[in-house]
């Protein structure tokens, strides 16, 4: 029994310890992720990325801290985090060379995006600062996309980068609405 209980304590800690150097996988070595800052959007830092093996565990943890998020208006507010990290994401994956997954990552922006917005209108938030930074995130995302587009142009995923402007030109539609 003992040697059971000893097992599961080592389990957990193991587990909690690579939990926990998840956060960290990833050195800040484009931490500001200073672009032509044309934009006065700074992108949060993006943590692990696709690329990374443990990724499906940030995923996991993101859709956990949704699902468990009750208050509509911090709801919307991790909307947009999410949204903002995945387009940061896509930066540091061009920066990488890996152009199809960063294109797959900023459709998956675009799309955590229009989730945000369809928050705020069903929510019918109407605070004027949050209004405001979603609108200045909305140009940052079409700012980075425009750039992956011209750096993936001779890419052979025509697909995804129609894909991503179609998503673009939805959520410049939905701002709009805003």
Known sequence: MKGLKNFFITLLLFLSFLLFS?????????????????????????????????????KLKENLAL????????????LLLYSDKRTAMSQSLIKKGKVKLALKTAVEAEKLFEKTI???KKNKIEDPEFISR?????????????????????????????????????????????
């Open 22 to 58: 998840i956060s960290f996988a990833q050195l800040p070595e484009d931490a500001p992720n200073k672009l032509e800052q044309s934009v006065p959007y700074q992108l949060p830092y993006p943590g692990i990325l696709p690329d990374h093996p443990l990724y499906f565990l940030k």
């Open 67 to 78: 699902w468990f998020t009750f208050d509509q208006q911090a709801k919307t507010e991790k």
């Open 118 to 120: 369809q928050e705020v």
């Open 134 to 178: 979603i609108k200045l995130s909305h140009e940052k995302h079409v700012e980075v996309a425009e750039k992956l587009i011209r750096d993936s142009r001779f890419d052979p995923n025509i697909d995804l980068i129609n894909d991503l402007n179609q998503a673009l030109d939805k959520n410049r539609s939905l701002v709009k609405e805003i």
